[in-house]
């Protein structure tokens, strides 16, 4: 069958055959939107030349693409007979994968998605309701800068370090210069965190 001798009518069956709503495809041959555009497209769809123009070019577009993939398989086919002739394994494989995309015969990947699991509250992140409230409020007035949990923890630290800072407060000695001949077990080690004033 030829074109349709009414230039408007060959262009909307061109565009249902790309698959245009009737509405659309009315609408952007003729200039016009809404109700009047899906009336007269449902209309014109029904036209008995128009039904046979728009099946012809579905059955031209179908057969086009049905031949390209038949040939892109025999194409395949050739390469894997051309790649076990040439004993090469992973040509013949990837022939044999494409053909199977080509024909939609794969299996749609599945995403694997690894979770985590969240890490460990520490003692030091553990808030009371009141702690916490302290801390992030956005009200009016001061705010804590620590919590008491981190109070505690930092005030048992400098427990802990009082008695070696002490120790080295009360010896006044300078430590003496260190001869490279010594023995590394007699050389005066400085004690961390102690701080030495002469």
Avoid at 135 to 157: I, N, V, W
Avoid at 174 to 183: G, Q, T, V
Wanted: proline share 6%; with cysteine; net charge positive.
């Amino acid at each position: 069958m030829s074109p349709l001798s009414n230039q408007r009518h060959e262009a909307f069956s061109r565009a249902i055959s790309r698959g245009e709503a009737a509405s659309t495809a009315y609408g952007s041959v003729y200039h016009v939107t809404g109700k009047v555009a899906e009336t007269n497209g449902w209309r014109l769809l029904r036209n008995a030349e128009v039904v046979d123009r728009v099946a012809e070019l579905k059955g031209m577009a179908a057969q086009r693409t049905e031949k390209t993939v038949a040939s892109l398989v025999a194409n395949l086919d050739e390469a894997i007979v051309f790649a076990k002739q040439c004993k090469n394994p992973s040509a013949v494989v990837a022939a044999i994968i494409a053909q199977a995309r080509l024909l939609g015969l794969e299996a749609p990947r599945q995403l694997e998605v690894m979770h985590k699991p969240a890490p460990l509250p520490t003692k030091l992140l553990e808030l009371t309701e009141e702690e916490w409230t302290a801390q992030f409020s956005t009200g009016p007035g001061p705010r804590a800068a620590l919590t008491g949990h981190a109070k505690r923890l930092k005030a048992d630290e400098q427990k802990n370090i009082a008695p070696i800072v002490n120790r080295a407060l009360k010896t006044k000695a300078p430590l003496k210069a260190i001869d490279w001949d010594d023995d590394t077990d007699k050389i005066e080690k400085p004690i961390p965190g102690a701080i030495y004033l002469d």
